[in-house]
């Protein structure tokens, strides 16, 4: 089920440029500290509290025949804001004290100091963004004050500032408003949803299509949309409907923060907006208002063949986009263009020759775009465009990131063979889908150093390319007690860490095998005769027990696991590495069976 979100922004460039001019929040001086209205006795009697330590409201002598808490708050509420006594004087002790050292008044001496100017950024005042148009200024823009004064886009500037004496008019930026929407697009692809598109100069198009789930539904991602906008300033409305049609109608004329209709309901939500929701261009407008057409419920309603010729063909593909009878897709923001480059043959090619060379060229322009941009390449796909229509693809990687032709090259070559030009091949198509920053390199040496390290990554790649991803690679340890798990696969260029200091087979088998027949004095001694694999050995010679513990946090019956290993040289010169499960003593770590789990060299 397709789910499309429309963000809508309707005062996008008033608040943005008041949120750009927006001051810092100066400093409020505070006021002088008042006494309490009634005087306080200078012998209260016997106090909680030492003579001169001050009034607070626990004290023995309030509450003994004197003002009641409740009645002494209800004093305070009735003074001015200016004579509430502070909290230091009802005895908050974290509270400040004031500085013994004061300034003398001006009338005997001292400088006063003039009050802090406070600057407001007035909201009250009506606000139009203008724009020329051939000859004339028309709003653009009109804030919510000059909305309710009768100022709208699309009237003449001069007529706003004859209706409107205290009018703030000043210039649109619609490229401003622009790039905004494009940042928030940006960081709706990586922090909402990967398909953002903006729609028009005012709201997003979000496909919400199996994401809304990791932000705990629809509902609570659209209240975090809209307090993320808040926090930035910004008003907005967003509907959440099954096409882009519909979802851009609900957010602008819906009436609501958040319009979230149910799945297949759209039709009907729909029904009371007005025509203009379709998005319908002026001349549709003014016939849809000429024949009495004002509700999208009336166009629902009409058939296609009357409506096309009284609205135009253009409105009718609106509302089937709108309704979902047509599909409407969605260009969605790119945060990074990858490298391309194309070329288009004057004629079809088939021959191998020829595709080497225009597979050349290829890679040396895409050298020069990457040079430019500083990046290397760690995957290259090659497309071939066929004369029948069909594309023939092959790729490339590198294990490291490269800016080499001549190794880029030789790459394509070796793949060279999984192309089927068919009739011919008219268009070739060479990109970049996963690059990383790759700057200048030190490219020789007036001195040459025998302790230079040579670069095997052009190697790596072409036993890749020969053999396949999964035959090239480097075995690294793992933090593990397990020999099964002390081994992990990485890349062939990753290093790997430090090796235990214990001795370990060359071969580890995937799977321990059980052997049979087994001769061995317990509890700490080798092996004397075993059989594996149908074929019996006697032991000459063995080293151990190293004792192992199973990994008790994975699973519950490692937790009592106990391994005991061996490495025993048979008569006929092979060593091996043997382990006992159980230590012989407790019966819960181990039925006391044999495996081999290993050959040294």
């Known amino acids: 089920m397709i789910r499309v979100a429309s963000l809508y922004l309707p005062q996008l460039a008033i608040e943005r440029l008041r949120r750009s001019e927006r001051p810092a929040r100066p400093l409020e001086p505070r006021a002088p500290a008042a006494p309490l209205p009634s005087p306080v006795d200078d012998n209260p009697g016997a106090c909680s509290v030492p003579r001169g330590g001050g009034w607070r409201p626990g004290a023995r002598w309030a509450r003994d025949g004197g003002l009641t808490k409740a009645q002494i708050i209800g004093q305070m509420a009735q003074l001015p804001a200016h004579q509430r006594p502070p909290m230091r004087m009802l005895g908050r002790r974290s509270e400040p004290v004031e500085h013994p050292f004061k300034a003398m008044p001006p009338d005997e001496g ?39 004064l009768g100022l709208t886009p699309g009237m003449v500037a001069a007529h706003a500032r004859a209706l409107v004496a205290d009018l703030d008019v000043r210039d649109a930026d619609p490229a401003g408003d622009q790039a905004w929407l494009d940042r928030l697009a940006l960081h709706g ?29 629809e509902e609570r991602f659209c209240r975090r949309l809209l307090r993320f906008l808040q926090r930035l300033g910004f008003t907005a409305r967003i509907a959440i409907a099954g096409t882009p049609g519909a979802a851009h109608a609900l957010a602008r004329y819906g009436g609501r923060d958040i319009f979230l209709p149910d799945s297949g309901t759209e039709a009907t939500a729909l029904g009371e907006l007005p025509v203009a929701a379709l998005r319908l ?42 309704l979902g009878h047509v599909a ?3 260009a969605p923001v790119v945060p990074f263009e990858a490298p391309e480059v194309s070329l288009r043959l004057l004629e079809p090619i088939g021959t191998p020759e020829s595709i080497t060379q225009v597979i050349g060229d290829l890679v040396d322009d895409l050298i020069a775009v990457l040079r430019e941009r500083g990046l290397g390449v760690r995957t290259a796909l090659l497309v071939a465009d066929r004369v029948d229509g069909e594309a023939q693809r092959i790729g490339i990687g590198a294990s490291r990131a490269t800016r080499d032709a001549k190794h880029l090259k030789r790459m394509f ?20 889908p996963h690059s990383e920053p790759l700057g200048a390199s030190m490219a020789g040496s007036l001195v040459m150093s025998d302790g230079a390290a040579t670069d ?33 696969r990485v890349g062939p260029l990753d290093e790997p860490g430090c090796w235990p200091k214990w001795k370990r087979p060359v071969r580890v088998l995937r799977r321990p095998e059980h052997l049979t027949h087994v001769v061995a004095l317990l509890p700490d001694h080798p092996p004397r005769r075993f059989t594996w694999r149908g074929q019996p050995y006697r032991v000459t010679a063995g080293d151990g027990p190293e004792r192992i513990h199973g990994e008790w946090w994975r699973t519950d019956t490692e937790l009592w696991a106990v391994r005991d290993y061996f490495r025993v040289e048979v008569e006929s010169g092979e060593r091996f590495w043997l382990f006992r ?7 819960e770590t181990g039925d006391l069976s044999w495996y081999i789990h290993g050959m040294f060299g």
């Open 581 to 587: 499960r159980g230590d012989g003593v407790e019966p």
């Open 281 to 322: 261009e002026a001349a549709a407008l003014t016939a849809a208002a000429r024949f009495g057409l004002e509700r999208v419920a009336d166009l629902i309603r009409l058939p296609r063949g009357p409506m096309a010729k009284r609205l135009g063909l253009a409105a009718v593909t609106r509302l089937d986009q709108t």
């Open 189 to 217: 692809v990586m922090h909402w949803t990967p398909t953002v598109s903006v729609s028009g100069g005012d709201g997003l198009w979000l496909d919400l299509t199996g994401t809304t789930h990791l932000f705990g539904g």
């Open 413 to 432: 070559a070796l793949k060279l063979d999984r192309i089927e030009p068919g009739l011919g091949i008219e268009a070739m198509h060479l990109l970049v």
């Open 110 to 148: 001292g400088r006063g100091t003039a009050p802090m100017p406070v600057i407001a950024f007035r909201h009250d005042r009506p606000m139009v963004l203008i724009e020329r148009v051939g000859q004339r200024d028309l709003i653009r823009s009109a804030c919510p004050v000059a909305l309710s």
């Open 456 to 488: 095997l990554a052009p190697a790596i790649d072409q036993l890749v390319g020969r053999a396949g991803e999964a035959a090239v690679f480097r075995v690294a340890p793992n933090e593990s007690d397990v020999p099964e798990r002390a081994i992990c």
């Open 328 to 330: 409407e897709p969605i």
